[in-house]
């Protein structure tokens, strides 16, 4: 039998309450509530590699690129390493994830990266070489053009007052 909930309700509402005479003073509604939800077994969400959560519901090679430092063919060079099949990372076994884990804290991934490239930036910086210096004006380091592009560096475009377009 289901068991019911009483809800107050105002007196000038007149409801009938299971057969029962309502009290004019006092007067509930009886709804039927369910039994809680049952709760499902614990299931891991995402498997932590490298300080990265990487996604459960991948196939191990896309989702070790989620890693900072990884990319299609260093994912590729750890599977093959590690003699582990491509398959969905869910499924892997604690073993395969333990030699994962540790092919994969041999390379420089995340933080380090990232702090390794900082200082090559400011080194480039201190020395004020041609590259260094293309850093601290905000453009393109590597030769591309910057007429017309490079809005990615330079910003958004600043229109000069005054300035008029030629007549063609």
């Given at each position: 039998?289901?068991?019911?909930?009483?809800?107050?309700?105002?007196?000038?509402?007149?409801?009938?309450?299971?057969?029962?005479?309502?009290?004019?003073?006092?007067?509930?509604?009886?709804?039927?509530?369910?039994?809680?939800?049952?709760?499902?077994?614990?299931?891991?969400?995402?498997?932590?590699?490298?300080?990265?959560?990487?996604?459960?519901?991948?196939?191990?090679?896309?989702?070790?690129?989620?890693?900072?430092?990884?990319?299609?063919?260093?994912?590729?060079?750890?599977?093959?390493?590690?003699n582990i099949?491509?398959?969905?990372?869910?499924?892997?076994?604690?073993?395969?994830?333990?030699?994962?884990?540790?092919?994969?804290?041999?390379?420089?991934?995340?933080?380090?990266?990232?702090?390794?490239?900082?200082?090559?930036?400011?080194?480039?910086?201190?020395?004020?070489?041609?590259?260094?210096?293309?850093?601290?004006?905000?453009?393109?380091?590597r030769g591309?053009?910057?007429?017309?592009?490079?809005?990615?560096?330079?910003?958004?475009?600043?229109?000069?007052?005054?300035?008029?377009?030629?007549?063609?």
């Amino acid at each position: 039998m289901a068991q019911t909930l009483a809800i107050p309700l105002a007196p000038s509402l007149s409801v009938i309450c299971n057969g029962r005479s309502p009290n004019p003073l006092y007067n509930t509604l009886s709804f039927p509530v369910s039994s809680p939800p049952k709760v499902r077994a614990l299931s891991i969400k995402s498997v932590r590699v490298g300080g990265v959560e990487i996604p459960n519901n991948k196939r191990v090679e896309y989702s070790l690129q989620y890693i900072h430092g990884i990319g299609r063919s260093l994912a590729r060079k750890i599977l093959v390493d590690l003699n582990i099949e491509n398959k969905i990372t869910k499924d892997l076994s604690e073993e395969e994830l333990i030699t994962m884990r540790d092919q994969v804290s041999k390379f420089m991934i995340e933080g380090d990266l990232r702090r390794f490239n900082a200082l090559n930036i400011r080194r480039l910086k201190e020395i004020q070489c041609y590259r260094g210096m293309r850093h601290i004006q905000g453009l393109p380091c590597r030769g591309q053009r910057t007429k017309n592009n490079c809005r990615t560096l330079k910003g958004k475009r600043v229109s000069i007052p005054g300035k008029k377009k030629a007549p063609r």
